[in-house]
Each structure stands twice: as C-alpha cells, then as structure tokens.
C-alpha cells in the first residue's frame, strides 16, 4: 500500500508548525493516496523516524518521502535521506522513494510578486525588492535564490532584486540593512523567503522596525508562505515522485 511522508523543517513556535499542518493538510485533499502523514526533522514532532512507524502500522509497503523545503540544502541533501536510511533498515520490506524541494519554479516567482501587490502600494519605476533567505553552507541555495531574483526582476520590470541571507551565506541581511540606511530615498520591498511563522520571521521583523527611518521606505511584506502556489507546486512534486520511472529509490 502506498503512503506519502511529508517532512517539514520544524520551528519553536506554535504557529508555525500549525501553518505547516494546516497546509498540508490542505492539500492532501488533492491527492488520492490512502496512507498521508506529517512529521518534522527538528523541534516539532512527530520526528521522521516516528512518520515513517505511523505510515507501517497503517499498512504501508510504499513510502514516498516528500520535503517540504524551498530550497535543496543540507536538510534535504543530507539529513532527510539519512532519515531515510535509518527506516530502511528498520523495515527492510518497505520501499522508499524521495522528492525534491520546491526550488526554482516560475510559480514560486509570481507568488513573490503577489507579496509585492498585498502591499497594496504604488510600485515606483525605480522600486527594488530583497529576498531574504534562512542562508546555508551549501553554494547552491545562494545560486538557487539568486536565480529567483533574477527571473522576478526579468519577469515584473524591477529595478533590482537581491538576496541576502539570515546565516550561513553572504551577504548578511544585518550588512544589507545597514547599506540600505545609507542609500537616499529608495522604495525597498522585503520579501522573507520562508514558508514558516518563527523565530526568524519575528527577528526580521524586529531589525526593520528599528532600522526603519523616514528617510527609507522599507516595506516588509509577507514571507511566501502558504501561499496557493506553494500547494500547487507540492501537488506536482508529489505526483511526480509517485508517476515517475526516474524517481530516486532507495533501497
């Protein structure tokens, strides 16, 4: 029997993992499969290790292993097969298979747009946009999100998008703040590029108001989140993992 093990980062906070259930279940709706379950890597249960158990006690001969993360890093590269690894072990009759990330999607692109137009402000011709991403050791998300930028600056006629990151990569987004304080009168829309409401939502949210001056137009704009997209996009990769012949099996 088939089953669908979503895993998600996990946060500290509350909200956040109820966003990430909410979400997800959301979405399960759309797809028909019998055995769906949710499980965290980090600080939220239940772990992956305890998802996988729920998927094998329901039944489950087959385990598609589905990340909930934007972008391929440590976490998706690293950890979660690993994860996967320790459940082949466990239950060497279960067949795994494994996704990818949501990574660079043009429906991702729009949803950053649609952040820019919550705003419901003007949009100057010189207008410029920060991403921020949660930063990693791994060059490749910094590729990755610079990639974004460039397609939501081509796509929607901005001025400039940048990125910046909240650890682990450079530029830091203290550093790129502090540029923006020095630049004269400039429309700066802040995108987080985080899917979960958390610490680092709220801490991002703290530096800009006390950044922020009359002489800046800082305007910080909801992280992508759950936006529609973002459910459209983890129906496709799901349906992907379960239709396609090239999918990673790991056995």
């Known amino acids: 029997m088939q089953a ?8 500290r906070v509350k909200a956040g993992v109820e966003e990430a259930i909410q979400f997800i279940r959301s979405s399960q709706a759309l797809i028909d499969v019998p055995i769906q379950e949710i499980c965290f890597l980090e600080l939220a249960a239940p772990s992956v290790n305890e998802g996988i158990a729920k998927c094998v006690d329901q039944g489950a001969t087959k385990i598609a292993v589905v990340p909930i993360l934007l972008l391929s890093a440590i976490h998706a590269k690293d950890d979660i097969p690993f994860e996967i690894e320790v459940g ?7 067949e795994f298979t494994y996704g990818r990330p949501f990574g660079i999607h043009p429906k991702i692109v729009d949803s950053l747009y649609d952040r820019v137009l919550e705003q419901k402000i003007t949009i100057a011709e010189d207008a410029q946009v920060l991403l921020i991403g949660r930063g990693s050791s791994d060059p490749a998300v ?16 901005f001025n400039k998008v940048e990125v910046c990151f909240l650890y682990g990569a450079a530029p830091h987004f203290d550093e790129v703040l502090q540029q923006l304080q020095q630049v004269s009168q400039k429309q700066v829309f802040i995108i987080p590029y985080l899917l979960f409401t958390g610490i680092l939502m709220n801490g991002i949210e703290k530096k800009i108001t006390q950044q922020s001056t009359g ?18 996009i983890l129906v496709e ?13 790991i056995s």
Not at 88 to 94: K, L
Request: negative net charge; proline residues 2%.
């Open 4 to 11: 669908i093990l979503y895993v998600c980062h996990g946060s």
């Open 88 to 94: 082949r072990i466990m239950y060497p009759d279960v």
């Open 237 to 249: 990769r799901v349906t992907e993992l379960l239709e396609s012949e090239k999918s990673c099996y």
């Open 142 to 157: 910094k590729q990755d999100l610079t990639e974004i930028a460039r397609l939501l600056r081509d796509n929607y006629a």
């Open 215 to 232: 002489a800046n137009r800082l305007i910080l704009c909801h992280s992508l989140g759950y936006h529609e997209n973002i459910r459209d």
